[in-house]
């Protein structure tokens, strides 16, 4: 969850770490801190409680030294309130001359820390991170070589962490370890860096290595060297970065989220790229190895945590509906502690924007474990779950800011229409001609998802008005269910008011006391051409709410006259293939959410509390 930066090279380093950060920090912003060596080979420190501005404006009005080398890192508080003494990075040792910093949990950090006290060892804050800090100095003390003393320490952590490390005494080299938590080492000319993710340096190479598990980096300006824990050395290969520093700029736009939610027919498009024809076929060379199984399967099980399991909700009518295979979603938390039942033929398809969601990754492990293969649907080059997975189907929305997702969940989605389109023309569930005109459905959603965003007045409208609203309903039906949950959860995201989601039929077994006189609730309306009835349903539903207070907002089909009898306002989408609707009818409701939060003067890119990367259980 925590942000982490490392360099080694000619350039300003206090620059490189706090441009590094900047990208970084929606990956935590409870509190940030740098480390570099001057050129007079001091150590210098400075970390402060609260966003990077504050450091920023610290280090602005009191210069550290220049120097070549150095460590950063902005914070998701886990052991320790976010304070200054509790920011990273960690100094360990009486003479202070190493610095440390962290990412994850270190589980066995009570045990350690006793040995540490009995030995005379003074701590400074209520981390776990500086146990780590004392240990590397305390060996380092013993030994005099600094790799050695890291191998030992990282050897004896439990838990999930990225380390790095550097030491005044030897002021070339930045050291780092990886269990369970990401790390990416950026590949320049004379120059080399490290980072959480590719964020951190991509303004300056889009060259890249991914780290593997249980592996230390060997970082120095001109060489870098990887090796096992246990002093074995690793190969790894290089991939190059497929976006530039721009694309995680705000670009004029008033927010990340701002931006992310325009970004939209992009992502989606991009999504598709290469991959569904003009004429509606789908092209999946990156299922290649699933090849023989498909016949096979007899079940796939879609683990996701947050928004990525809605979008595995939208998934599984999909999948069901089209490739005629029994699905369930499961949360990844959840998965593997209830001891599912897998086998050769489970399909298991994780889903994660990151790739390093700690959650979905141990599920993942635990299906292959059990025989189950495993396909990973991820945004980010060479992250963990990719690499794990048998094979890896990417979206292309490009880096997400926000810590509340828009972009990459409608990118999941069109993926795992994708995957649909797929196993259904593979099995031959349905005929060629049915499955080629909803790809070229499909084809048509980038630019009716621009024709949503360029009608959203109303909309953003209504979110400013309900500013003050203390409670908001999500009511939808079939595919529309998932995005009356997810319409909810950007709510509680952005505004820390409570909204709840159902399903519109759930409504009179227990939900419909919750509406009061003036209750504002959003209603998904399915298509008036919904072969099951399911909108005549929904607008009864709509006059059951309606007729005890309730003012409602429908997101309903163009052309459908129907529910703007019953609703106060209808924001209309365009027509489209009913399994093709949530693209559609979620996009008002991420800006309902932007624009009520932002009315309420909060910040809709850093919600408190939350942290974009979840990279412990």
């Not at 499955?435 to 109303?458: F, M, T, W």
């Not at 309730?550 to 609703?567: F, L, P, S």
Request: aromatic share 6%; proline share 4%; net charge negative.
């Amino acid at each position: 969850m925590c942000g982490i930066v490392g360099y080694v090279g000619p350039k300003s380093t206090v620059d490189v770490l706090l441009g590094g950060l900047k990208r970084l920090e929606y990956r935590g912003y409870d509190s940030a801190g740098v480390s570099v060596i001057n050129q007079q080979g001091d150590l210098e420190t400075r970390k402060r409680a609260g966003k990077l501005a504050i450091l920023v404006d610290d280090i602005t009005k009191t210069p550290l030294g220049e120097a070549h080398i150095g460590i950063g890192h902005t914070r998701w508080a886990t052991h320790g309130a976010p304070t200054d003494g509790n920011a990273h990075p960690h100094l360990g040792g009486t003479t202070q001359k190493l610095s440390l910093i962290h990412n994850g949990i270190i589980e066995n950090f009570a045990e350690l820390k006793s040995e540490l006290l009995e030995a005379g060892a003074v701590f400074a804050s209520e981390t776990d991170t500086e146990v780590a800090a004392h240990l590397v100095a305390a060996e380092y003390d013993k030994s005099g070589n600094l790799i050695e003393s890291f191998r030992t320490v990282v050897r004896r952590l439990h838990g999930a962490f990225t380390i790095l490390v550097m030491h005044e005494d030897e002021p070339g080299v930045v050291l780092a370890a990886r269990r369970n938590a990401p790390l990416v080492i950026g590949l320049g000319d004379g120059e080399n860096f490290l980072g959480s993710d590719v964020a951190a340096f991509v303004e300056h190479t889009k060259r890249a290595i991914a780290v593997g598990q249980d592996e230390i980096v060997i970082l120095r300006k001109d060489s870098v060297e990887i090796e096992n824990f246990a002093g074995d050395k690793v190969t790894r290969e290089e991939f190059v970065i497929d976006w530039d520093a721009s694309a995680a700029s705000k670009g004029g736009w008033s927010s990340f989220m701002a931006k992310e939610i325009a970004d939209q027919p992009q992502a989606v498009g991009d999504t598709l790229m290469a991959r569904l024809g003009s004429d509606g076929n789908v092209h999946l060379e990156e299922l290649a190895s699933l090849t023989s199984l498909i016949p096979n399967i007899d079940r796939i099980i879609l683990v996701a945590c947050g928004t990525a399991a809605y979008a595995a909700e939208v998934g599984k009518y999909a999948i069901e509906s089209w490739a005629r295979i029994p699905v369930s979603v499961e949360l990844s938390h959840e998965f593997r502690y209830r001891n599912p039942i897998l086998t050769k033929n489970t399909l298991v398809v994780a889903v994660s924007q990151s790739g390093e969601t700690m959650d979905t990754l141990m599920a993942t492990r635990f299906a292959k474990e059990a025989g189950a293969n495993v396909l990973s649907i991820c945004n980010t080059q060479g992250a963990t779950l990719a690499r794990e997975a048998d094979a890896v189907l990417y979206t292309h929305a490009g880096p997400e800011v926000a810590v509340a997702s828009t972009k990459a969940f409608t990118a999941q989605i069109t993926s795992m229409y994708l995957l649909a389109l797929h196993l259904a023309t593979a099995r031959g569930t349905h005929s060629l001609n049915e499955l080629q005109e909803i790809g070229r459905e499909l084809l048509k959603l980038p630019a009716q998802i621009a024709e949503v965003l360029a009608s959203s007045d109303a909309i953003r409208t209504l979110g400013k008005n309900f500013k003050d609203a203390k409670t908001v309903l999500f009511l939808g039906r079939n595919v529309g269910f998932p995005i009356a949950l997810e319409g909810a959860l950007k709510l509680k995201e952005l505004a820390y008011i409570h909204s709840e989601g159902f399903a519109a039929g759930e409504l009179k077994h227990g939900p419909i006391a919750l509406i009061e006189q003036g209750q504002p609730v959003i209603v998904i309306v399915p298509s008036p051409a919904d072969p099951d009835s399911l909108h005549a349903k929904v607008v009864s539903n709509i006059q059951e709410v309606r007729a005890r207070g309730a003012q409602v907002i429908a997101i309903a089909e163009q052309g459908d006259t129907e529910v703007a009898k019953y609703a106060v306002e209808v924001i209309y989408v365009p027509k489209v293939h009913q399994m093709l609707a949530p693209i559609l009818t979620v996009v008002p409701l991420q800006i309902f959410a932007m624009e009520l939060s932002a009315a309420k003067g909060l910040d809709v890119d850093q919600p408190r509390n939350l942290a974009k990367s979840v990279t412990v259980e």
